[in-house]
């Protein structure tokens, strides 16, 4: 099932998120304290982020690599959205920064 992310909440998108970790774990019959001792998480915070509360990345991230889902997190943000050879062929130049904002 396909979620709208862009209208919701980052709370919404957080209980989502510890939901689907949740439903994992328990598909695989894993109990909430055999998973954290794996994980090398207390069983406090690991019920915190199934509660969809807010965690750290490497919470999360410990999490994605027990269920062997990190692959997938590599997707969220490409590492170039344009090669090298694109930009000549396009004339620009690599950007090395932002810009600043401009007065308008």
């Known amino acids: 099932m396909l979620?709208?992310?862009k209208i919701?909440?980052?709370h919404e998108?957080?209980?989502?998120?510890?939901?689907r970790i949740k439903n994992i774990r328990l598909l695989q019959n894993?109990?909430?304290a055999k998973m954290s001792e794996h994980v090398g998480l207390s069983l406090g915070s690991l019920k915190k982020m199934e509660a969809g509360k807010d965690v750290s990345l490497t919470t999360f991230l410990k999490c994605l690599r027990f269920f062997d889902y990190l692959n997938e997190f590599?997707?969220?943000?490409?590492?170039?959205?344009a090669s090298p050879k694109e930009?000549?062929?396009?004339?620009?130049p690599q950007r090395l920064r932002a810009s600043k904002n401009k007065k308008r």
């Open 3 to 5: 979620r709208n992310y």
């Open 30 to 32: 894993i109990t909430q």
């Open 74 to 81: 590599e997707n969220l943000l490409p590492e170039d959205l």
């Open 13 to 19: 998108i957080l209980e989502d998120l510890g939901a």
């Open 8 to 10: 919701k909440s980052n």
């Open 87 to 92: 930009m000549i062929k396009h004339k620009r």
